[in-house]
């Protein structure tokens, strides 16, 4: 029986903009989600033999995007940073890893690019847990490499 390949947690890490560049993980950060869609415009068009009838849709895809939802701790430490780059196009990595016992885990691959930071919501719960979520949208391509 073959089974699907699947990542146990993802970790988002934020570039420093120099040469190399250096990635250092969003420390509090651990619920992400990667959505990614076609922006589109829909076309109709008559059948010329028969204009008496709609025309059916048709897509014509006008661009692609990728944004990223994280979630976690409202860790404290983040806000500096957070108040520096929001709004600000920075160069982001997101590993997708599993888990395996190891302080690491298995890097299954990496999404990279340039993103936005778009939002930047922090909760303080007296009852329960602080948390924080961040929206980065994706600031031209972006790629995908699967781990070796």
């Known amino acids: 029986m073959s089974e699907p390949t699947e990542a146990d947690f993802m970790i988002v890490k934020l570039g420093d903009g120099e040469s190399p560049e250096v990635f250092t993980a969003i420390c509090g950060i651990e619920n992400v989600s990667i959505n990614k869609a076609v922006n589109a415009n829909d076309r109709y068009r008559r ?6 009838i709609p025309g059916a ?3 014509r895809a006008t661009g692609k995007s990728l944004t990223i ?3 976690g701790a ?7 940073t957070f108040e520096d780059i929001l709004g600000i196009k ?3 990595q997101i590993g997708l ?3 395996d016992g ?5 890097l299954l691959g990496t999404y990279a690019g340039a ?3 778009m939002s930047d919501n922090m909760t303080a719960d007296p009852n329960g847990d602080s948390t924080g979520e961040i929206t980065l949208n994706n600031d031209g391509p972006w790629t995908w490499t699967k781990a070796a």
């Open 115 to 117: 993103f936005m930071l």
């Open 97 to 99: 890893y599993q888990t």
């Open 74 to 80: 409202a860790n404290v430490d983040n806000i500096e």
């Open 90 to 92: 920075r160069n982001y």
């Open 57 to 59: 849709r048709k897509n």
């Open 47 to 52: 059948d010329c033999a028969k204009p008496g």
């Open 69 to 71: 939802t994280a979630s």
């Open 102 to 106: 190891s302080d690491a885990g298995v």
